[in-house]
């Protein structure tokens, strides 16, 4: 019988190498795999995260990664793993070019803000943004085409824990983020499909910063509009590795 973590790789497997993204079966299946994502626990992948307290204090100083990867699955289609972020620390704002994303936290507690890209000419300014709004942003953001700032707006900011389901990002919605560690290190699962692509450069881990000296135009009359650069990745921010001891996965 199939082990909990090898329904998930399998059912997400065949959403994404089998049905057309967008099509009413996909946002059903995807409902699915989120469904059965969203019970899988530490003990289904066999593991445990646990700093010592010279290790932390190793963290602190930044001579020991704030990140962790757990290695379970990448080809062509998806790829799949779990990722600690260290108490303390964050992986820094970045994208998810033409992917979709589940992740399930098992361990810890993590704060989520996502935020959504607008088209650059305005033209996806969200529903939610009033006609009035929209028209005063469009100068701003005509403005704004021409300099290194993008404008995004907040899609969400939200605490997970274990208990909570497994939360999506699709290739708009809420496709930028940032993950930060809450009183602990955090783990989590992570499925992304397709998987980033920095071989062919297709699809490209673009980090950001958010731009904090700008001119009222982030003000919270307009719907939480941000502006966001690209930076390079932050050296800041890296990956230790660590092996997968769950059990095996196989292509259904
Ligand atoms: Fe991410």
Request: aromatic share 8%.
């Amino acid at each position: 019988m199939a082990t909990p973590v090898q329904k998930v790789f399998q059912s997400a497997y065949k959403l994404f190498s089998r049905v057309t993204v967008g099509s009413s079966s996909f946002n059903e299946h995807l409902r699915e795999v989120t469904v059965l994502a969203s019970k899988l626990t530490a003990t289904d992948v066999n593991f445990s995260f646990h700093d010592d307290p010279e290790t932390q204090r190793q963290v602190e100083q930044g001579n020991v990664a704030p990140a962790v990867y757990v290695h379970l699955w990448e080809d062509r289609v998806l790829s799949m793993g779990i990722f600690v972020v260290r108490q303390g620390c964050r992986i820094p704002l970045h994208n998810h070019p033409d992917m979709h994303g589940i992740c399930k936290v098992i361990q810890g507690t993590v704060r989520v803000n996502s935020f959504t890209p607008m088209s650059p000419v305005g033209l996806d300014i969200p529903k939610h943004i009033s006609q009035n709004a929209k028209q005063s942003l469009l100068p701003l953001l005509r403005k704004k085409e021409q300099s290194q700032f993008s404008p995004v707006t907040t899609h969400s900011s939200i605490t997970l824990t274990k208990d909570d389901p497994a939360c999506v990002l699709s290739p708009s919605a809420g496709n930028i983020h940032e993950m930060v560690s809450v009183d602990g290190p955090v783990a989590f699962i992570d499925i992304l499909a397709p998987p980033y692509d920095h071989t062919t450069g297709e699809r490209v881990c673009q980090y950001y910063q958010e731009n904090s000296s700008e001119d009222g135009t982030s003000n919270s009359s307009n719907g939480q509009v941000h502006w966001f650069r690209c930076v390079p990745p932050p050296n800041s921010f890296w990956c230790d590795t660590m092996d997968y001891t769950g059990p095996s996965l196989n292509i259904p």
